[in-house]
Every structure is written in structure tokens, then in C-alpha cells.
T-cell receptor
């Protein structure tokens, strides 16, 4: 693994189903983030984690949950998917102890909820 | 509220220079980032400004004026591969990034 990986690459999901998007990084970054990106809108933060064992809510957390059991993994769960959750989801990580807290992004998961 | 404004779309000619502007109003300021995003791909980091002035990195430069809440990204000697969206983001007082909607740059031969 080099950088951040996300799985699956894309998914079509029936409304009401539960879905977990996976994210793994190998850079030993302390901070990790989940964003959604919709056409015409900027990236919107769903949840974040500043360090293993802690998580926080972003701008649009409703309908999503996360966990951070270790440094490398940061899964995002949709408990009961709805069509408005159709989007491209990006996971990112950063070394927040540095000066320029550049975020590195995974390749994204394209999710369609029908 | 927090707001990042940048033009939706710009067109430029190969070999020319283009300036993409970004204005912001945020609760606190800990730095401004520019990212490049090619269609269907993830954003990648271009530049970071925390002090007023110009930061130059090869063909790309980024300028910041904190008093005016203003930044621009300058791309010189445009190449076809520079066709992409350019995202402006401000790190607020909670060290979270607030993102603009992005500027789609179209390069014509």
C-alpha cells in the first residue's frame, strides 16, 4: 500500500441498506477525514478524527457514523442509505502536527443509492 | 457564515497565463490551500499560504492577502494537462478545511 486506499471503487445500493466504505492509510498520519463531493458544491466534511480513538462531526454528519480503532483505518458507515447520499466519497489524511497540514486524498468511492 | 467564492469556469489558451481568484470569509484563518482535481480523480495539493505575499513553485504561483480575504492561483505557460478543476480551501480556527466549489479550467489549443 502506498498512500490512501478506499474500497469499493463504486457501488450501487438499494435505499434502506447498510453500507461501510473502507479507508486505509500507510503514512502514519494522525488525522483522517471523510468528505462527500457533489456537483456544483465544494467538498463537505462528514466526520473527522484527529487521532486514533477519537472522532468528531463535520458539516454534514447526519446518516453517517465512523470509528477509529487504530491509526491506519477509518471506515464510514451508512446505517440506512437514502438517495440523497448518492455522491462521491473521499477519505483523506494529514499529519496535523506539521505547519502546512496538507491533506492527502484517496481515489474516492462513487456511491449510488436507488 | 463561512464562505469561499471562486469562479465556476474559466477558459484559457495553451501557452498563456491564467489567474484564478478566491475570496473567503471564515471564522478564523490558519492558512489557505490550493488543490488540483482532474475529472474523475482525487484532489492533489498544489500550494499553501499562511503569510501575505506570493509563493512560487515552478509554473504555479499562489498569492495571499489576509486583510482582503483574497487569494489567487497563477498558472503560467499553460499546458493541455492543466485542464482540471482548481479548489481553494481555507483552514479555519478549528483547523478544519472549508472548501470552495472549485473552478473548472478549460485549456484550448
Amino acid at each position: 500500500i502506498a498512500g490512501i486506499t478506499q474500497a469499493p471503487t463504486s457501488q450501487i445500493l438499494a435505499a434502506g441498506r447498510r453500507m461501510t466504505l473502507r479507508c486505509t492509510q500507510d503514512m502514519r498520519h494522525n488525522a483522517m477525514y471523510w468528505y462527500r463531493q457533489d456537483l456544483g458544491l465544494g467538498l463537505r466534511l462528514i466526520h473527522y478524527s484527529n487521532t486514533a480513538g477519537t472522532t468528531g462531526k463535520g458539516e454534514v454528519p447526519d446518516g453517517y457514523s465512523v470509528s477509529r480503532a487504530n491509526t491506519d483505518d477509518f471506515p464510514l458507515t451508512l446505517a440506512s442509505a437514502v438517495p440523497s447520499q448518492t455522491s462521491v466519497y473521499f477519505c483523506a489524511s494529514s499529519d496535523s502536527t506539521g505547519g502546512a497540514r496538507e491533506q492527502f486524498f484517496g481515489p474516492g468511492t462513487r456511491l449510488t443509492v436507488l | 457564515g463561512q464562505n469561499i467564492d471562486q469562479p465556476t469556469e474559466m477558459t484559457a489558451t495553451e501557452g498563456a497565463i491564467v489567474q484564478i481568484n478566491c475570496t473567503y470569509q471564515t471564522s478564523g484563518f490558519n492558512g489557505l490551500f490550493w488543490y488540483q482535481q482532474h475529472a474523475g480523480e482525487a484532489p492533489t495539493f498544489l500550494s499553501y499560504n499562511v503569510l501575505d505575499g506570493l509563493e512560487e513553485k515552478g509554473r504555479f504561483s499562489s498569492f495571499l492577502s489576509r486583510s482582503k480575504g483574497y487569494s489567487y492561483l497563477l498558472l503560467k505557460e499553460l499546458q493541455m494537462k492543466d485542464s482540471a478543476s482548481y479548489l481553494c480551501a481555507v483552514e479555519d480556527s478549528n483547523y478544519q478545511l472549508i472548501w470552495g466549489a472549485g473552478t473548472k479550467l478549460i485549456i484550448k489549443p
